[in-house]
């Protein structure tokens, strides 16, 4: 009987101690993940932060920027396997329930007032490449939420305003 109870014994250490790796190395993957977007996560909002439809207009291309609004401006606003979604100004009111939109961030409503007060934001290692995480769970984040961003301004041929970003800070989730 003790030698039955003690294999009994080992084979459950044996077991427990089997899984444990695995758990430490999803816990050291995501502790991983944590530390190499965190330093793109500002701790407080930074200071002096411009709503998207007055960047738009006044922010110079190649410039230092820091804009504020709320991620959104089409049904899927976060690009897939980019560090990259598009955040529409405030004043423009999203679309409520009553009004039947099941995406109230794409703003099915106010087509006209989006196009001129939507930004990209595209996220940016050192060197200027593009993240290639999904800035969804990368930076947990979801349609709607309010966000400060800080980075470059980058403009296109139609004046399409794209910055690559280097801080965000979420000043509110939905």
Do not use: H
């Not at 758990?23 to 701790?43: C, G, L, P, Q, R």
């Not at 909002?45 to 609004?69: C, L, Y």
């Not at 999904?134 to 939420?145: G, K, P, S, T």
Request: with cysteine.
């Amino acid at each position: 009987m003790k030698m039955l109870m003690t294999c009994v014994g080992l084979s459950c250490f044996a077991l427990g101690c089997s899984q444990t790796p695995v758990a430490n190395k999803d816990a050291a993957n995501k502790s991983a993940a944590m530390v190499a977007n965190s330093t793109f996560i500002a701790e407080s909002e930074p200071a002096g932060a411009i709503p998207v439809g007055e960047a738009r207009t006044s922010v110079k291309d190649n410039s230092p920027v820091t804009i504020v609004g709320l991620i959104g401006g089409s049904p899927k606003p976060f690009v897939d396997g980019l560090a990259a979604f598009t955040i529409v100004d405030a004043k423009v009111p999203y679309c409520s329930d009553d009004e039947g939109c099941p995406t109230p961030w794409d703003y099915c409503c106010q087509l006209d007032a989006v196009k001129d007060n939507i930004a990209t934001v595209k996220f940016v290692d050192a060197a200027g490449k593009p993240i290639t995480e999904n800035a969804r769970e990368w930076l947990n984040l979801n349609e709607l939420a309010t966000v400060v961003v800080t980075g470059i301004a980058k403009r296109d041929d139609q004046g399409n305003l794209t910055v690559a970003a280097n801080k965000i800070f979420v000043r509110s989730q939905k």
